[in-house]
């Protein structure tokens, strides 16, 4: 297994991509039948949106939930594996469980800000964390984000990773005023934590020379550990993070 391997989680639906339904699952139907290994194929859609998937002629072979109501319709129906819940303050993720009484088989992640984590996560559950958004504000420094990195590291907790990871390389972004990190530095982060080392310095790395040479010299077993809490993180678009694995060398062509 590549440590590329299902990586990416399809987030048509969301800013700033935000395609209508019809456009989402014609996408996706294409990124399916391509078979690309760096794609999960795991389609992600509001609890909001269910009844309007269901209404379509295509539906996904993987889907994951974003709860956004206050009650969680029933998706017994519907192939979802994840369930992506925000852990509300004042809440536990044992109180959270319990609300959404999920069906066995569906595991929950529940987002948390990464710079605050006095949490106890139940066995069997994931932490959802977000890398960015729609303002400035929405970007967690490289310092919170390591925190969360080592926490998860630290009590063997897998994690989801959601927003602002466009392309492979932490970037200045002139429209928002901010640095967007990468894909390719929150994985090689994990690696690090993984490794005993402080992640911070690699999730605020631009040298791609040097990201590039500390991707290929990935041990087999850190990567499979690091991919292991990893799960994936959801990106609007698809296409993006293939070419950027591509153009870097770290990926070959596939036919």
Request: glycine share 8%; with cysteine; proline share 8%.
């Amino acid at each position: 297994m590549s440590v590329y391997t299902a990586l990416v989680d399809d987030a048509g639906l969301f800013p700033p991509t935000s395609l209508h339904m019809d456009d989402a699952l014609a996408r996706h139907q294409r990124d399916l039948e391509s078979g690309h290994p760096v794609l999960t194929h795991r389609f992600l859609c509001p609890a909001s949106r269910l009844d309007r998937l269901r209404g379509m002629d295509f539906r996904p072979r993987r889907i994951g939930l974003i709860v956004d109501l206050t009650e969680l319709p029933p998706f017994d129906d519907l192939p979802v594996d994840f369930v992506e819940a925000a852990l509300p303050a004042g809440t536990t993720i044992e109180e959270l469980e319990g609300k959404l009484a999920l069906p066995d088989g569906v595991r929950l992640f529940a987002e948390v800000a990464p710079g605050k984590l006095g949490i106890s996560v139940p066995d069997g559950v994931g932490l959802k964390v977000r890398c960015g958004g729609l303002s400035a504000e929405a970007f967690p420094p490289a310092e919170h984000l390591g925190l969360f990195i080592r926490f998860c590291v630290e009590h063997d907790v897998p994690f989801k990773a959601t927003a602002g990871l466009h392309h492979a390389i932490r970037h200045f972004d002139p429209s928002l005023g901010v640095d967007r990190h990468g894909f390719l530095n929150l994985l090689l982060a994990v690696c690090e934590a993984v490794e005993g080392r402080d992640p911070v310095p690699v999730l605020r790395a631009t040298d791609v020379g040097n990201l590039v040479r500390l991707a290929q010299a990935i041990p087999e077993d850190t990567a499979n550990h690091a991919r292991r809490l990893l799960v994936s993180y959801g990106s609007c678009n698809t296409h993006a993070p293939i070419e950027d694995l591509r153009t870097l060398g770290l990926i070959e062509e596939i036919p």
